[in-house]
């Protein structure tokens, strides 16, 4: 018998391919990995973008509100004629011959000081910093620490659960146990705490968040290799007289692997949301480096007078997660259309 | 036992599904009659289209899929394809019982089993509580089952694969139903159950004079309990006739491969098994003409043609142009 | 089932016994004291500070003596907030966090269980998208965001609700309304989809055809069959959704301003607070147990195949 029959049985890559074909009927999901990808390009291009530097303080342009027409400058300029009017009518007069001189005074400072022609598309933060770049920098920083900390966790996930599953016996037992008992500890406390104590940077950061969640991608991995391991086309295999290593690459290996694709998917979002319930403590990334958590935590104070800065990178961040939720649905959906476990 | 009342007639029904590869023709142009006390077996590979034949009887196919494309299914004279959803449901459980294949999976896991025998005693017979409770007791015993009081307090998981068939046998007739629809009801179940289960149905169904269509793959079945058999491929019927003629006198090459097929105790052992060779056709894309035609040792030209039409001689019908051919011969 | 019980009720001192070591040792393996932000304190006075709570003996006989205190009932002082000891401190907050978590989660279950149902029963309809559209948004907007919104929204612009704080006799209880719905949308998402899976999966199943076959109306279908399975998955949740709700409150409850257990536990740990720090975790962590063990013990109620031995 050779071992060209192997080539019978279900093989990993024509799963992936039948389901990357029912992935693309789902307009809503293509339409989020869209998203998805220009989140990623903008990122990825952002040195090279035409946008301030996210570190760049411009004091005089503190709380500037965002604007498609006016420049740094208009804007104070604007803003020291609304206070002056606004002293003005609460007196009931019109502006004394002091007043518009001053103001006069200032246009011209304005205009010959070249810094002040900076536009601010999304309005300015409380030191005078850009609120585009910072959205932008700080999605870099939030993305990337969700990519690593999610595949952190899945690697820590996968040998666990590997070696649980394949090996059985009392090294399962053991390590499920433990995985129990971790599963029931509020980990997030601990997460605060480990942060609190060691002082934020990223390494504490992603060590901490990946340590604690790897917990679901190993029950996850045990139990598809568990499955895999007794399933009848891997006893087929073995009896044709496969390999183990055979068995393991060809079959057990993209099997798992197309379930991890998914379950990535699904886990970067959760990184990024618990990196950002971090940095909203004023435990996640320090500054000068911002990420979306970060940046809201900036502006919850001042929301009322500066709401621009809240919503920017609060919907900034709500719509990347929300079109990696649906992207990881309908990734879920294309792979098993029947199966929609919640992991 | 079996009287000439005809009470249920299925006249050229066809049940299409619309699927991603095209639309499926599970049943086309399908005709029988079921008498008052007889029992009907309707045979057929998977795929024959032998359980939407069912389904499409009681209307359980989900409407998002499925095409009722033509034909009629008439009840005591009534048309099932033009009741309304609550005039059915006045007949399912009721008039019309089906019981399914895996018992495993046909009871409700989470309800007492005195509590699923209680609905259609409630709901068709209008019996209270503790009337229900009791007849679903005595239901329980008159299946077999023993210690039927402590039985009926339990769970479906308690009871064996046979014992749970009983349960659903006892469910199905609990109403004294006019028909009795089984489909594959010993497949699941162990060789030594199943003889036990089909003499439960025949004694059962024999006593209430309940006509019985039982849908199988197995012969010995049919041999053992039908009165007439209704053999059916690739969504056709292609043979029809009382179980002695069929059994003595098969016309369809189909229904002779499948008694060609069972194995014989008495045959030697160094005798090669038989088997119709090639497999059934996919649904969607039919060979033009007889749907047998691929597999049949004896197919002519005109097989791959034309569909052959049905030759009726007596009880016995038969759809294949040997024998077309054989009559024009005189 | 009892002697089930009691060895997880047995069970939940060892658990707690790791957790008491590990966040013990976390704490204190880190850089810092209580008292390294006392500027204006002479060193001998700080060394004096540190003494009296045994700070310079070495951490393994730190470690027995706080663990025989704790089993003793006692859980300390808090360094940073003197006028009331931790035990204390927990009799006043506590309640308010319960109150408000559990509050949370029955709404974020029975809203969640409800839009679930609907959205099942209406598969594929706009209905349906729209349900679930908004439950993934309720997954990727966190709490944090929602809160500050739903000020900014019903309190600065609208006026209809009090911004923050507890129940006071000013504003009873509308002020628990915003805390509420901003810890329970989380949750809510991630039930209402569950729900809408499970109640998809278990009509897709043999004995809902067998219902149907017996003449049942669909109503019966829905609540007598089809319920009872559809909510033992999002049952299951329950233990990692309140897990959810301990770890959101410690947000919720630092926009709003709630006099809970979470409101201080940044700074606790900031502040090296020691015992105050423990004290925190050591109740959360018996009240997540302890539900989880309510959870399990329900299970086993409505799932007839579960025995516990």
Known sequence: MSSDNLEALPKGMSLFQKALSRFFKNKMAVASLFVVIFYGIVALLAPWLPIHGFEEQVLDHQNLPPSLTKNGGELLVERLRFELEDRAGRENRSLTQQENEQLEKFEAQIRSDPKHARRYLLGTDYLGRDMLSRVIYGGQISMVLGLIGALTSILIGLIVGGISGYFGGRIDSFLMRFVDILYSLPYMLLVIIFMAVFGKNIFNLVFALAGVSWLTEARLVRGMVLSLKNSEFIQAARVIGASTPRILVRHLFPNVMNVVIVFTTLRIPSFILMEAFLSFLGLGVSAPMASWGSLVEDAVGSMTIYPWRLIFPALAMVIFLFCMNFLGEGLREAYDPHSEKIL | MMTDEIILEVKNLSTYFH?????????DHVSFVLRDGETLGIVGESGSGKTVLNLSILRLLPSSVTVHA????????????????????????????????????????????????????????????????????????????????????????????????????????????????????????????????????????????????????????????????????????????????????????????????????????????????????????????????????????????????????????????????????? | ???????????????????????????????????????????????????????????????????????????????KHTD??????????????????????????????????????????????????????????????????????????????????????????????????????????????????????????????????????????????????????????????????????????????????????????????????????????????????????????????VVYE
């Not at chain 2, 006019?178 to 149905?201: F, N, R, S, Y």
């Not at chain 3, 850089?31 to 002479?42: A, D």
């Open chain 3, 1 to 79: 089932m009892i002697h089930y019980v009691l060895r997880r009720l047995f069970g939940i001192i060892p658990t707690l016994i790791i957790i008491i070591t590990l966040s013990f040792f976390i704490i204190r393996l880190a850089p810092g004291s209580p008292f390294s932000s006392e500027r204006n304190l002479p060193p001998a006075v700080i060394a004096n500070l540190e003494k009296k709570i045994h700070l310079d003996e070495p951490l393994i006989l730190q470690y027995l003596r706080y663990l025989g205190d704790v089993l003793r009932g006692d859980l300390g002082y808090s360094t």
């Open chain 2, 70 to 330: 033509g034909g009629q299914i008439l009840y005591r004279g009534r048309d099932m394809m033009s009741l309304n959803e609550s005039e059915l449901q006045q007949i399912r459980g009721n008039k019309i019982s089906m019981i399914f294949q895996d018992p495993m999976t046909s009871l409700n896991p989470y309800m007492k089993v005195c509590d699923q025998l209680m609905e259609t005693l409630i709901l068709h017979q209008g019996l209270d509580k503790k009337t229900a409770k009791e007849k679903s007791v005595e239901l329980i015993k008159h299946v077999g089952i023993p210690d039927p009081k402590i039985r009926a307090e339990q769970y479906p998981h308690q009871f064996s694969g046979g014992m749970r068939q009983r349960v659903m046998i006892a469910m199905a007739l609990s109403c004294k139903p006019d028909i009795l629809i089984a489909d594959e009801p010993t497949t699941a179940l162990d060789v030594t159950i199943q003889a036990q289960i089909l003499d439960l149905i025949r004694e059962l169904t024999r006593e209430m004079k309940t006509s019985v269509i039982l849908i199988t793959h197995d012969l010995g079945v049919v041999a053992g309990i039908c009165d007439t058999v209704a053999v059916m491929y690739a969504g056709r019927i292609v043979e029809y006739g009382t179980v002695d003629e069929i059994f003595s006198n098969p016309r369809h090459p189909y229904t002779q491969g499948l008694i060609q097929s069972v194995p014989r105790l008495d045959g030697s052992s160094d005798h090669e098994l038989f088997s119709i060779p090639g497999s059934p056709p996919s649904l969607v894309n039919l060979p033009a003409g007889c749907h047998f035609q691929p597999r049949c040792s004896k197919a002519m030209p005109i097989c791959a043609e034309k569909y052959p039409p049905e030759i009726v001689n007596g009880n016995h019908r038969c759809c294949c142009w040997l024998w077309h051919r054989g009559e024009d011969r005189g």
């Open chain 3, 84 to 305: 009331f000891t931790i035990n204390e401190f927990i009799v006043r907050s506590l309640p308010v966090s319960l109150t408000l978590g559990v509050a949370a989660l029955t709404l974020a279950l029975v809203t969640g269980v409800t839009f679930g149902v609907m959205a099942a029963l209406r598969r594929n309809t706009l209905l349906d998208h729209g349900l679930m559209a908004l439950s993934i948004l309720g997954i990727s907007v966190p709490m944090f965001v929602i809160g500050p919104l739903l000020q900014l929204f019903f309190s600065v612009y609208l006026g209809w609700l009090p911004t923050a704080g507890w129940i006071s006799s000013r504003s009873g209880g509308l002020t628990l309304i915003l805390p509420i719905l901003t810890l329970s949308v989380t949750d809510f998402a991630y039930i209402a989809r569950l729900t809408r899976t499970s109640v998809l999966e278990i009509l897709r199943s043999d004995f809902i055809r067998t219902a149907r076959a017996k003449g049942l109306p669909e109503r019966d279908i829905i609540f007598k069959h089809t319920l009872r399975g559809a909510l033992l998955p999002v049952l299951s949740f329950l233990g990692p959704a309140f897990a959810n709700i301990v770890t959101g409150s410690v947000v919720v409850e630092s926009i709003f301003d709630i006099p809970g257990m979470g409101r201080f536990f940044v700074n606790s740990a900031l502040n090296r607070d020691y015992f105050m720090i423990m004290a925190t975790v050591i109740v959360y962590a018996v009240i997540l147990l302890v539900a989880n063990l309510v959870v399990d013990i329900i299970y086993a109620i409505m799932d007839p195949r």
């Open chain 2, 19 to 27: 699927t991603e590869q095209g639309q499926v023709k599970a049943v």
